[in-house]
C-alpha cells in the first residue's frame, strides 16, 4: 500500500502566485487532515475532513482552501501566495473514527519568496 | 477552545536512565490522546494512544505513557533510554469530532 501520498515534495513560490498541493490516501480513510509545521514549531491544523463532502475549518484556515469530493482525495489549495505560508505541510489521514491513530504523508516543503 | 501543553521544549538524559516528556491538555469532554516521534526530515510517526481503559498504555520502541485525568496529564515515559530514541515528540488531542490539536514538541536528546 502507497498509504499517504503528497505531490510535490519541495516548490518555491512568488509571491502572490497560486497553487495546488496534492494528497492522496488508499486505505479508504474518513478522516483527512491538513497540518503546517513552522521551523522549529509544532503542527497546526489548517483544515480538516470527516468524509467526502465535508470539511471543516482548523486552528489557521487563512490564505487556504480545500475540497473533498472524493474519499481518497483532499487537495489544499493557495491563493495569493505570501511569506508567512512559507511552512513543511502534512497531510494526514485515519479511519473510521478520531480514536484511530494518524497516518501521515512524507510533507512538502513551500517556499514562498 | 483545546489545548496542548509541552512545558519542555528540550529534554536530555543519558543512555540507560529513564525519561519523561511531559503533557498536559485541557478539552471538554473525554479526549483521545495521543504520542508521535518525528525524525528528521520526515512526517510523524505513531507511537501510543490512550481512548479509555487502564491509565498506563504501552506503545511502540518500549514507550508508555501515563493518563491522569484530575491533572489532566498524559506524560511520556521510557525505562531506559537509548541514543536512538533521540528525536521530536509530539502530544496530541483529538475530540469526539475529529478535530485534533497538536502540542510545540519536545525534543529528546539521549547521549551515550
Known amino acids: 500500500n502507497a498509504g499517504v501520498t503528497q505531490t510535490p515534495k519541495f516548490r518555491i513560490l512568488k509571491i502572490g502566485q497560486s497553487m495546488t498541493l496534492q494528497c492522496a490516501q488508499d486505505?479508504?480513510?474518513?478522516?483527512m487532515y491538513w497540518y503546517r509545521q513552522d521551523p522549529g514549531m509544532g503542527l497546526k491544523l489548517i483544515y480538516y475532513?470527516?468524509?467526502?463532502?465535508?470539511?471543516d475549518k482548523g486552528e489557521v484556515p487563512n490564505g487556504y482552501n480545500v475540497s473533498r469530493s472524493t474519499t481518497e482525495d483532499f487537495p489544499l489549495r493557495l491563493e495569493l501566495a505570501a511569506p508567512s505560508q512559507t511552512s513543511v505541510y502534512f497531510c494526514?489521514?485515519?479511519?473510521?473514527?478520531?480514536?484511530?491513530?494518524?497516518?501521515f504523508g512524507s510533507g512538502t516543503q513551500l517556499s514562498v519568496l | 477552545a483545546q489545548s496542548v501543553a509541552q512545558p519542555e521544549d528540550q529534554v536530555n538524559v543519558a543512555e540507560g536512565n529513564p525519561l519523561t516528556v511531559k503533557c498536559t491538555y485541557s478539552?471538554?469532554?473525554?479526549?483521545?490522546l495521543f504520542w508521535y516521534v518525528q525524525y528528521p526530515n520526515r512526517g510523524l510517526q505513531f507511537l501510543l494512544k490512550?481512548?479509555?481503559?487502564?491509565?498506563l498504555v504501552k506503545g511502540s520502541y518500549g514507550f508508555e505513557a501515563e493518563f491522569n485525568k484530575s491533572q489532566t496529564s498524559f506524560h511520556l515515559k521510557k525505562p531506559s533510554a537509548l541514543v536512538s530514541d533521540s528525536a521530536l515528540y509530539f502530544c496530541?488531542?483529538?475530540?469526539?469530532?475529529?478535530?485534533?490539536?497538536f502540542g510545540d514538541g519536545t525534543t529528546l536528546t539521549v547521549k551515550p
Open positions: 486505505m479508504n480513510h474518513n478522516y
Open positions: 490512550y481512548i479509555t481503559g487502564d491509565n
Open positions: 475532513s470527516v468524509g467526502a463532502g465535508i470539511t
Open positions: 494526514a489521514s485515519t479511519t473510521r473514527g478520531p480514536n484511530e491513530k494518524l497516518f
Open positions: 496530541a488531542v483529538i475530540t469526539n469530532a475529529g478535530k485534533s490539536t
Open positions: 478539552v471538554s469532554g473525554n479526549p483521545y
